[in-house]
C-alpha cells in the first residue's frame, strides 16, 4: 500500500502534492512526498510527532517553501503563491494549538477569519451563520473573550475561523489535542458534518483510530516520508498501523 510518486492529474481532484521536498535550513523535513485530496473527500495524515505532518501542511498553505517538487489546487500551481494568494484560493488551514487571539471576543475572531472576502459583506453574514449553525455555544459567547472559553470550545472557535474564508478545502491539524473523550466526539462529528455540507478535508491527527473511522483515505508519515496509503479500511487492517497507532 505504499503510495506511488507518480500520480495523474483527474477531473475530481482537488490537491496534487508532487514529489515535494521541505527543508528548515539544512535539515530535510520532507522528502519525495506525493499525495492527492479529491472534491468533496476526507483523508487522514497519521504519523508520530516529528514524521513532518505539520510540515506538510504549512508547505501546502504557503508558510513554507518547497526545494523541489510541486502543489497544485484546482490544476493550479500554488508552491510559488504567498499564503494569503491561497486562502484566495480556497485553502483553509485550521493550526494545532488554535493559535486564538485570546484578548478578542469569539466574534472579532471569527471575523478576522474572513479578511479575504473583506468586500463581501453578505457572504461573510451567511458564513457567520453558517458556523453559529455548526457550533451553537459560539453564538452562544460571541461576545466572550476567546480567552476564556473552555478548550473544547476554542478548538470550536478555530475551526470556526477557517470556515470564514469559505475554503473548499480544510486542513486540520490536531484538532482532538488535549481535549476530553467527549469533546473529542464532538469536534470529530462537526468535522464529519461540514465534509457532508461539501467542503474537502485534510485531516491530521494523532487519534488514529478516530481520524480511520471518518476519512475515506489515509497516508502515513515516518521521518518526512509516506510510507503507506489506502482506504481507511486497509489501513486498519494492516499490521503495522494496527500495532504502532490503534494500539492492537
Known amino acids: 500500500m505504499k503510495t506511488s510518486s507518480k500520480l495523474t492529474w483527474g477531473p475530481d481532484m482537488l490537491l496534487n502534492v508532487q514529489d515535494v521536498d521541505t527543508y528548515y535550513g539544512r535539515a530535510q523535513a520532507l522528502r519525495e512526498v506525493s499525495f492527492r485530496i479529491h472534491e468533496k473527500e476526507m483523508l487522514a495524515i497519521l504519523g508520530a510527532n516529528g514524521s513532518g505532518k505539520t510540515t506538510l501542511l504549512n508547505t501546502i498553505s504557503g508558510l513554507l517553501k518547497p526545494k523541489a517538487g510541486t502543489v497544485e489546487f484546482e490544476g493550479k500551481r500554488i508552491d510559488t503563491l504567498s499564503p494569503d494568494a491561497i486562502v484566495r484560493l480556497g485553502i483553509s488551514q485550521c493550526p494545532e494549538g488554535r493559535r486564538l487571539f485570546p484578548e478578542m471576543a469569539v466574534l472579532k475572531n471569527l471575523s478576522l477569519g474572513g479578511y479575504v472576502r473583506r468586500k463581501d459583506r453578505l457572504g461573510i453574514e451567511e458564513t457567520m451563520e453558517e458556523v453559529f449553525d455548526l457550533f451553537p455555544v459560539l453564538k452562544e459567547r460571541q461576545h466572550q473573550l476567546a ?24 486542513m486540520l491539524d490536531e484538532p482532538s489535542l488535549g481535549l476530553a473523550p467527549l469533546l473529542v466526539s464532538r469536534i470529530f462529528r462537526a468535522i464529519q458534518d461540514i465534509n457532508q455540507r461539501g467542503t474537502a478535508i485534510c485531516l491530521v491527527e494523532q487519534n488514529a483510530s478516530m481520524a480511520l473511522k471518518v476519512a475515506q483515505r489515509g497516508y502515513v508519515m515516518e521521518s518526512g516520508e509516506i510510507v503507506l496509503s489506502g482506504s481507511s479500511e486497509q489501513l486498519q487492517d494492516e499490521e503495522k498501523v494496527k500495532q504502532v497507532y490503534l494500539g492492537l
Open 147 to 170: 480567552g476564556t472559553l473552555s478548550g473544547g470550545e476554542q478548538q470550536m472557535l478555530a475551526i470556526g475561523r477557517a470556515l470564514m474564508s469559505y475554503p473548499k478545502l480544510l
